[in-house]
């Protein structure tokens, strides 16, 4: 069993600052690519930032220059620090992996974490 277990979320002002943190745990061989996802409009999950195995990232327009995605591949863990928030920020935001469990590295499958609730707020 593999599950992601988010942590971080809250309250904060316009301009504040938050960090969200993911752990992959059970039974994990490796971890590939990872992400954070939040629910935009519609309710679809729409990618916020990602984060290869290798560190490349990609960030969404909205977020560029005030969120940055990092990971520590020994730990299995994915952080988002977030700076200079907005209230269109306001979100459940998800934390996503590509997880390889034993006996292959190869096999990968796809895993959400349950969701943490940010709100900006005046």
Known sequence: QVQLVESGGGTVHPGGSLT??????????????????????????????????????????????????TRDNIQNTANLQMNDLKPE?????????????PPSIWHLNEYWGQGTQVNVTS
Request: proline content about 2%.
């Open 89 to 101: 920020d306001t979100s459940i935001y998800y934390c996503h992996g590509r997880i390889a469990r």
């Open 20 to 69: 969200l943190s993911c752990v992959a745990t059970g039974d994990v061989l490796r971890v590939n690519d990872m992400g954070w996802y939040r629910l935009g409009p519609g309710n679809q999950r729409e990618m916020v930032a990602t984060i290869r195995r290798d560190g490349v990232t990609n960030y969404a327009y909205s977020v560029e220059g005030r969120f940055t995605i």
